[in-house]
C-alpha cells in the first residue's frame, strides 16, 4: 500500500538574527593615545621639542642668552589592513535574511582588534627617530618594571605611578593600564592589605570605576607575553606617549561580484600605524601568570 511520505513537506525553522560570538568588539586602546588622521604617504612623523632650562640674570645690561631648542621627531611606518567575504544569492535566500551588515559589523571588530595589535606593539617596539628616521629608541630598563613571581599587585602599580612622578609627566594628561582578565583578578587578591585599597579594586572588578591610583583601567585580553610565556607585559602609559597615525580610517564596501556570480562582496580596510612619542611616557609592567 502506498504512502504518503509526508515528511517532505516539513520545514525547518531557522533563526531569523545572526548572534555574533564572543570576542573584543573593535578597539579598546584607540582613544587612550594621541592620534593623528588624515596622514599621506607611507610614513609620517611626529615633531617634538625637547625640554630647555632658562639662565638667571645676575647683571643689569647683558647680552640676552640665547638658549638653543632642540627638536627631535618620530617616525611612523603606516601599514593596510583589509576583511572581505562572499554572499552567495543562493546563500541569502536560504537563510531567509540578509547577514550583510553582520559582516560589516564583525569586520568593524575584527579591524578595530588589529588597533589594538598595533598600539600595543608600538609600547615595545625600538622607536624610529631622527630626521630621517635613520635611529631607534628603545624603551630603557628605568621604565620596566620586572615580573618576579608575583601577578598584578598595588606595589607594582605604586612603582609604575613613581616612573610617572619622577619624570614629570603632566598628571593633566590621562594615564592609562592594560591589563587581562587575569590581572583583574590578582589586583583583587593582593590589595586586602587596606580597606581602602581593598574596596577601589573591588569596585573596578565589578565595573563601577575604572579608575585606581590615577589610572584608567582597560581590559584587554590581546596583551602579548614577554621573553617567556609565563609573564605578561601590561603596558602603563599618558595618552600622549603614544601615537596613532592614520592614512584611512575604517571603511566598508558592499558590491556585487560580476567575476563570483554576482555575490556580494562586504569589504573593509584602513591604513593605520603607530609609535612610541616618549619613553618616559610608558611603563612596561611584568606580571607573573604562572
Same mark, same amino acid.
Given at each position: 500500500?502506498?504512502?504518503?511520505?509526508?515528511?517532505?513537506?516539513?520545514?525547518?525553522?531557522?533563526?531569523?538574527?545572526?548572534?555574533?560570538?564572543?570576542?573584543?568588539?573593535?578597539?579598546?586602546?584607540?582613544?587612550?593615545?594621541?592620534?593623528?588622521?588624515?596622514?599621506?604617504?607611507?610614513?609620517?612623523?611626529?615633531?617634538?621639542?625637547?625640554?630647555?632650562?632658562?639662565?638667571?640674570?645676575?647683571?643689569?645690561?647683558?647680552?640676552?642668552?640665547?638658549?638653543?631648542?632642540?627638536?627631535?621627531?618620530?617616525?611612523?611606518?603606516?601599514?593596510?589592513?583589509?576583511?572581505?567575504?562572499?554572499?552567495?544569492?543562493?546563500?541569502?535566500?536560504?537563510?531567509?535574511?540578509?547577514?550583510?551588515?553582520?559582516?560589516?559589523?564583525?569586520?568593524?571588530?575584527?579591524?578595530?582588534?588589529?588597533?589594538?595589535?598595533?598600539?600595543?606593539?608600538?609600547?615595545?617596539?625600538?622607536?624610529?627617530?631622527?630626521?630621517?628616521?635613520?635611529?631607534?629608541?628603545?624603551?630603557?630598563?628605568?621604565?620596566?618594571?620586572?615580573?618576579?613571581? =608575583? /601577578?598584578?599587585? #598595588?606595589?607594582? &602599580? !605604586? %612603582?609604575?605611578?613613581? *616612573?610617572? $612622578?619622577?619624570?614629570?609627566?603632566?598628571?593633566?594628561?590621562?594615564?592609562?593600564?592594560?591589563? =587581562? /582578565?587575569?590581572? #583583574?583578578?590578582? &589586583? !583583587? %587578591?593582593?590589595?586586602? *592589605?587596606? $580597606?581602602?585599597?581593598?574596596?577601589?579594586?573591588?569596585?573596578?572588578?565589578?565595573?563601577?570605576?575604572?579608575?585606581?591610583?590615577?589610572?584608567?583601567?582597560?581590559?584587554?585580553?590581546?596583551?602579548?607575553?614577554?621573553?617567556?610565556?609565563?609573564?605578561?607585559?601590561?603596558?602603563?602609559?599618558?595618552?600622549?606617549?603614544?601615537?596613532?597615525?592614520?592614512?584611512?580610517?575604517?571603511?566598508?564596501?558592499?558590491?556585487?561580484?560580476?567575476?563570483?556570480?554576482?555575490?556580494?562582496?562586504?569589504?573593509?580596510?584602513?591604513?593605520?600605524?603607530?609609535?612610541?612619542?616618549?619613553?618616559?611616557?610608558?611603563?612596561?609592567?611584568?606580571?607573573?601568570?604562572?
Amino acid at each position: 500500500m502506498a504512502t504518503n511520505d509526508i515528511t517532505t513537506a516539513f520545514v525547518q525553522q531557522y533563526g531569523r538574527n545572526i548572534d555574533i560570538l564572543s570576542q573584543q568588539r573593535g578597539s579598546v586602546l584607540r582613544n587612550c593615545v594621541k592620534v593623528r588622521p588624515g596622514v599621506v604617504g607611507r610614513t609620517a612623523y611626529f615633531d617634538q621639542l625637547d625640554a630647555t632650562a632658562a639662565v638667571q640674570k645676575t647683571v643689569r645690561n647683558t647680552d640676552t642668552p640665547l638658549i638653543k631648542s632642540v627638536h627631535k621627531r618620530r617616525q611612523v611606518t603606516l601599514y593596510d589592513w583589509v576583511w572581505a567575504d562572499l554572499l552567495d544569492k543562493e546563500d541569502q535566500l536560504k537563510m531567509l535574511i540578509d547577514p550583510t551588515s553582520d559582516y560589516v559589523m564583525n569586520a568593524a571588530y575584527a579591524l578595530g582588534r588589529a588597533i589594538d595589535d598595533t598600539i600595543i606593539a608600538a609600547f615595545w617596539a625600538d622607536a624610529v627617530t631622527g630626521q630621517e628616521g635613520a635611529s631607534t629608541e628603545t624603551l630603557p630598563y628605568a621604565q620596566i618594571v620586572t615580573a618576579g613571581t =608575583t /601577578g598584578l599587585g #598595588l606595589v607594582k &602599580l !605604586l %612603582n609604575a605611578k613613581k *616612573i610617572f $612622578d619622577n619624570a614629570d609627566v603632566d598628571p593633566n594628561v590621562q594615564r592609562h593600564i592594560a591589563i =587581562t /582578565g587575569t590581572q #583583574l583578578a590578582d &589586583l !583583587l %587578591n593582593t590589595t586586602e *592589605i587596606k $580597606d581602602a585599597d581593598y574596596n577601589s579594586v573591588k569596585a573596578l572588578v565589578n565595573g563601577e570605576v575604572n579608575t585606581f591610583l590615577g589610572f584608567n583601567f582597560h581590559l584587554c585580553n590581546r596583551l602579548t607575553t614577554g621573553s617567556t610565556a609565563t609573564i605578561r607585559l601590561c603596558p602603563a602609559w599618558a595618552t600622549d606617549g603614544v601615537a596613532l597615525a592614520i592614512a584611512k580610517d575604517l571603511t566598508h564596501r558592499i558590491e556585487e561580484r560580476s567575476d563570483k556570480n554576482y555575490a556580494t562582496q562586504v569589504f573593509s580596510s584602513m591604513g593605520i600605524g603607530a609609535t612610541r612619542l616618549e619613553e618616559a611616557k610608558v611603563v612596561q609592567i611584568g606580571a607573573y601568570i604562572g
